[in-house]
């Protein structure tokens, strides 16, 4: 079982992507983003998106109910749909989900962000949270009847309520529940890199062990993803590869260990 | 086995026939459209619909690759994700589906329109076309694991493209493989009438056998309303009622017999 997870960005070569899959024997599943398409649909509609920064400095984007609808037209509408056809011009028989179907993939809501505001201290509360299960036996389901799902957010939470989560976090309580040996995560870059602004500098290897170690190291984004990858190694990963979404053959060059590897 | 189709206008009440059918003992799918929506979108986005008239006078929405995007962001995104959340917080296990997802839908796409421009006689071909067969197993692998289907459009052509198709034609194909005992048709009026600019010529009672000799007196989009409910009973209906989706409880009143009953 392989867990591939297209990231969201324009550059991305989605269509060498499944191009490359159709040539897999083994079963696999895909996950997608479409952040790049959902801001530029924002933009289009007068709705840019709305960054807050909590007390303690942390800035997200702020997922209200028009932020949700403009995510569930550019994730779970465009960009799943348009993989979907894809998927079938090249004979991959898929089927396009997101976390809210069948309840595919369960969260629970943030309770709320702390905020200042006008001099005061308030507590701001918007429609994204962290996903804690997924719905095995309807993924079970499809896969055993020949089915490839093709995944987005958003997810559903406790109340029933869709909400928005990172990618990251679905391909680990993906990760849970299926116990894929090799997690391919594609993005605009050749992979991990020691200089964030420098891509000669790819770190080509990394141990699972060397991770902990690792994610002190680094700050902000990229500390979550080196503890998301951690995650991915203690739910049964043996491979997981940080790969270039952006080149002509992104799966081919991420099975044959271009981009950062950590096994 | 009921079929419920929810028209795509502003004014359905989503909230009140998914309340409804929290309370039906019997095993139904739900097809749903949005072209309000998606005329809304378009127009938000500066593209606004074009309509193309054939030779003989006939008018079709044009669907080029960016109204079937668009297509894709209302129905299978915005519409039917949050039709599938309200499900949920209604208990109804929802799973939303467009034809393209498996290849639930598979159609045949138009060769062409003939039409005049500049002067000219000229074949313009659009990304629409007419459902053959729908993905039985598919329908019921889901429905046999207790998982209502909510499906829209686009629908896959036989080139695997997404096309554009009426939802009247999708539910024909349904029927023929769901042999539904009831149809129910959720529109923005009282139901069928006799005169459509007079709310209060509502014809209550139509037998099957009626239905031809009514589709020669009729015009346009009736008379297709009218063929399509025909082939409802080719396909094993016993039941169809057309009923108004605006009212407080639309799946109750069409149960009970309110609007226009063809039985």
Redesign the interface.
Known sequence: MIIVKIGGGSEINIAGIIQDLSGIDEQYIIVHGANALRDK?AE???QPKQVITSVKGYTSVYSDEKLL?VM???????R???I??LC??HGI??????G????MVQGKRNQGIRVHRGGKLKIVRDYSGKPRAVNG??LQ?LLD?G?VPVLTV?I?DE????INTENDDVVRVLQQTLQADTVINLIEAPGLLEDKDDASSLIENISPLELEAREQQVEGRMKRKMLAVRKLFEHGATKVVISDGRAEHPVKDALAGKGTVIA
């Open positions: 649909l289009d509609l007068g609808d569930m037209m550019a994730y779970a509408g465009l799943n749909k348009r979907v056809e079938h011009q028989n898929a089927v396009g989900l997101t809210l179907d069948g309840k036996p309807l389901l009847n089915y958003p559903i109340q029933n309520a869709a």
